[in-house]
C-alpha cells in the first residue's frame, strides 16, 4: 500500500521509506485524484530534495499535468502561489524533522489542505498504482498514461520567491517595522534567504543566523526545535527579541529580548486580544487545538473570547476556520493561521505581524507575553511505539489516564494521542504543579510502556532523548 498520511502529509526516510519510485507513484495518484491542468512544486534544503521534487514531478506530468517548479520556497509561499493561480500544489519537506527525513506535503486547489476524504482518494489510488504499475479501466489492457502531446511539460519559475516576499511586505498596508532590532533563526531551511529579506524591506535591523543551508543542516541544534541558539543570540547582541522557524517556514516561536521562549500559545494569545481590541477577530472567536494550554483558554475567557477546539494539525484549524468564516486560529507548535491573509500557517508572515504588534504597543515582548496569559506547567513525554493508536486504546492505558484525572480533579488536563507523524504515543500532563504534572506524565508513560511490553521491544532511550523538545505534530 505505502505511506499513509500523517498530520501534515506523508513523511520517511528519503531513498529508503520514501524512496524515488514511491514518490513517483504517489505524483500519479495526485494527479489522479486532484485533477488539474498544471500543479506548483516547491521544496525546503534538504539533500534529497531535488530527487524527490524530480520524482513527484515525473509523475505528475507522466499521468498529463504541467508541473511548474518553484525551487526552495517555504512550504506557505508555495500555497500562496497555488491561491494566486487557483491550482494545486506540493511541497518536499518533512518540516521539523533532520535531513535524512522527508516528505511530501499537497495542496488542494487554491493552497487549502487536503480534507481526509481526499487524502484515503490519493491512498487508494496509489496502492493501485504500486500494485499494477498503472490504472487499468474494469480490466481493459489500456493504460491511461497519455503519449505525445498529452504528456506533461516541466518548467521553472524563477520569480516565485519575489512574488511570495512582496505578499509578505504588503501584509502591513504600508507600516514598517524601523526601530526593530530583531534575530531571525531560519533553521538552514526554505526561508533562508526570504524571511530576512522580507524584515529588511520592512525596515528591522536585523540579524540572520542558521541561514547557510548546506543540505544537511537543516534543524540541525536550530530554529524552533533548537531555540537556545536563538535565545544567547538575542541576548548577545541586545536585540528586541527573536524569531524561530522551522526547516519549512510554516510555524514560529519567539524569544523575548532576555532569551525567555514564546510559545505557539502565548503569541496566539497576544494576537487573538490584539485583534479583539481593534475589532479584527471574527466572530469574536479563535480555534485551537487539543494541545493548547489549559492557561490561554483561561485567559480567554477572561477577555470575552470564545475558544473552539480541534484535533492537532493546522489542517484541521484551518477546516474550522474556513467552516465559520473565522480568521484566527493556530497550534501551540507555532502554526498560526491568519485566514483573510493566507491560507496556511506562515512562520515569516507571524513574525512580521508579531514585530508589528510590538511596535504599535510600545511595549517589549516580555512584558506583552506576561500579560497576555500565564502558563501552567505542561509536561510532554514521547514513548516509542510501533502501533501508537493500538497503545493508547489499550484498557490498562485508559484506565490509568481516568485515574490521573480523577486525582487532578479541575486543577489540571491529560491528553494521550497517536502521533501523527511519528511512532510515538504523546503524553501530556497539565497541572497547576509541575512536580505533580511531571508525576503524572511518568506514570502514564509508564503504563503505556508495559502494555506495549508484549509486542513491541521496550525502548526507553526514546523518551529520554525527547523529553523536554516535543513539538507535537
Not at 502591513?172 to 522580507?198: E, H, I, K, S, Y
Not at 506514570?443 to 525502548?459: G, I, K, N, Y
Amino acid at each position: 500500500m505505502g505511506l499513509r498520511f500523517g498530520t501534515d502529509g506523508i513523511r520517511g526516510v528519503a531513498n529508503a521509506e520514501l524512496g524515488a519510485e514511491l514518490v513517483m507513484a504517489l505524483g500519479r495518484a495526485a494527479a489522479r485524484a486532484l485533477p488539474a491542468e498544471c500543479f506548483l512544486v516547491g521544496r525546503d534544503t534538504r539533500r534529497s530534495g531535488p530527487l524527490l521534487q524530480a520524482a513527484l514531478s515525473a509523475g505528475m506530468a507522466s499521468e498529463g499535468a504541467d508541473v511548474i517548479d518553484l525551487g526552495i520556497l517555504p512550504t506557505p509561499g508555495v500555497a500562496f502561489h497555488a491561491a494566486e493561480r487557483a491550482c494545486p500544489a506540493a511541497v518536499v519537506s518533512a518540516s521539523h524533522n533532520l535531513f535524512t527525513d522527508n516528505g511530501v506535503k499537497l495542496f488542494a486547489t487554491g493552497g487549502l489542505k487536503l480534507p481526509d476524504a481526499t487524502e484515503v482518494a490519493i491512498e487508494e489510488e496509489l496502492g493501485r498504482v504500486l500494485e499494477r504499475g498503472r490504472f487499468l479501466e474494469d480490466g481493459a489492457p489500456e493504460s491511461r498514461s497519455p503519449v505525445g502531446h498529452g504528456v506533461g511539460r516541466l518548467w521553472h519559475e524563477p520569480d516565485a520567491a519575489p512574488r511570495y516576499v512582496d505578499h509578505l511586505v504588503g501584509a502591513l498596508n504600508g507600516r514598517d517595522l524601523t526601530g526593530m532590532r530583531v534575530v531571525v533563526d531560519c533553521a538552514n531551511g526554505a526561508a533562508f534567504d526570504v524571511a530576512p529579506l522580507v524584515l529588511e524591506r520592512l525596515g528591522a535591523d536585523v540579524r540572520a543566523i542558521a541561514n547557510r543551508p548546506d543540505g544537511a543542516n537543516i534543524n540541525d541544534g536550530c530554529g524552533s526545535t533548537h531555540p537556545e541558539l536563538l535565545s544567547a543570540e538575542v541576548v548577545a547582541n541586545g536585540a528586541d527579541l527573536g524569531l524561530a522557524l522551522d526547516g519549512d517556514a510554516d510555524r514560529l516561536l519567539a524569544v523575548d529580548h532576555t532569551g525567555a521562549l514564546i510559545t505557539g500559545d502565548e503569541l496566539l494569545s497576544l494576537f487573538a486580544t490584539d485583534l479583539a481590541g481593534r475589532g479584527g477577530l471574527a466572530g469574536n472567536t479563535v480555534v485551537v487545538t487539543v494541545m493548547t494550554n489549559l492557561g490561554f483558554r483561561l485567559a480567554m475567557a477572561a477577555a470575552g473570547i470564545t475558544v473552539r477546539e480541534t484535533q492537532v494539525g493546522d489542517r484541521y484549524v484551518l477546516e474550522a476556520l474556513n467552516a465559520d468564516g473565522l480568521t484566527l486560529g493556530g497550534e501551540q507548535s507555532g502554526h498560526i493561521v491568519f485566514r483573510d491573509l493566507a491560507t496556511t500557517g506562515d512562520g515569516v508572515l507571524t513574525g512580521v505581524l508579531l514585530l508589528d504588534l510590538i511596535k504599535r504597543s510600545g511595549a517589549p515582548l516580555a512584558e506583552l507575553a506576561r500579560a497576555s496569559m500565564k502558563r501552567l506547567p505542561q509536561v510532554l513525554e514521547n514513548v516509542a511505539a510501533a502501533r501508537p493508536a493500538d497503545a493508547v486504546a489499550a484498557p490498562a492505558v485508559q484506565a490509568e489516564v481516568a485515574a490521573v484525572e480523577a486525582e487532578l480533579g479541575g486543577r489540571g488536563r491529560v491528553l494521550l494521542r497517536a502521533s501523527g507523524t511519528e511512532p510515538l504515543v504523546r503524553v501530556m500532563v497539565e497541572a497547576d504543579n509541575e512536580a505533580v504534572a511531571r508525576a503524572a506524565a511518568l506514570r502514564l508513560c509508564a503504563v503505556v510502556e508495559t502494555a506495549l511490553a508484549p509486542s513491541t521491544p521496550p525502548e526507553p532511550s526514546v523518551r529520554e532523548k525527547t523529553r523536554g523538545r516535543d513539538v507535537p505534530a
